[in-house]
């Protein structure tokens, strides 16, 4: 969504599928490398402009923020976009229902990739930008607007979510997704998202 806005665009994820997905979709001036953000730089080269969307509370912050500070030609800047996306209110999905579901098959504590979160998200963002050098933010709030979404859209976005991947069902992923769908019902279903917080830090 970014490419056409500038010259080159590098996108990385350490997830195969993901990389092959947005590769296949990517205009010509943009490309998708797998890697880790901790093994940036990774000779990607300088740039104007780093994002993380809903992604840098995942990584190791004292390894990634000053690595990217390095990344960034004067006066470059990271964008860092928190959303809730997956979710919106106002919404006939059952989302209380579904987080029960989850539950059933994965248990009480919210789980992480590979590991768990049982005190949540952690929140100590700021602080790493702001350690590495960066200076900021400078805040802006984008406000929420309706979406119409299908039950396939909340399914998808279901399975988006670290806690709720796909590999972690394992065997039962079928079955899941089978109670899921019977849960969701047929929609379509009309939410609202909540307003999107973006921090900017300058080098």
């Known amino acids: 969504m970014l ?10 994820d350490a997830d195969a599928d993901m ?29 104007d402009l780093v994002t993380f ?20 030609r004067p006066g470059g800047a990271v964008v860092h976009v928190g959303a809730t996306t997956h979710r919106g209110e106002g919404s006939a999905v059952p989302y209380e229902a579904i987080d029960e579901l989850i539950r ?10 590979a590991g768990s979160l049982p005190d949540g998200t952690p929140g100590w963002e700021d602080d790493a930008f702001a350690s590495a050098g ?30 709720a991947a796909p590999h972690l069902f394992g065997e039962r992923i079928d079955d899941f997704e089978r109670e899921l769908r019977a849960l969701i019902g047929a929609g379509p279903f009309r939410e609202r998202f909540r307003e999107i917080g973006v921090s900017i830090w300058r080098r």
Do not use: C, K
Not at 104 to 113: C, D, E, F, Q, T
């Open 134 to 163: 960066f200076s900021g933010p400078r805040r802006i709030d984008v406000p929420a607007r309706p979406h119409v979404r299908s039950a396939d859209d909340v399914v998808a976005s279901v399975f988006s979510q670290s806690s």
């Open 3 to 12: 490419a056409p806005l500038v010259a080159e665009a590098v996108g990385i």
């Open 53 to 72: 969307a809903q992604s840098f509370h995942w990584l190791v912050p004292g390894v990634v923020a000053p690595t990217v500070h390095g990344m960034l």
């Open 104 to 113: 059933s098959y994965l248990g009480p504590v919210r789980r992480a990739g």
């Open 19 to 47: 990389v092959r997905e947005a590769s296949g979709r990517a205009p010509a001036n943009a490309r998708f490398v797998r890697m880790r953000a901790e093994e940036l730089p990774a000779g990607l080269g300088m740039f």
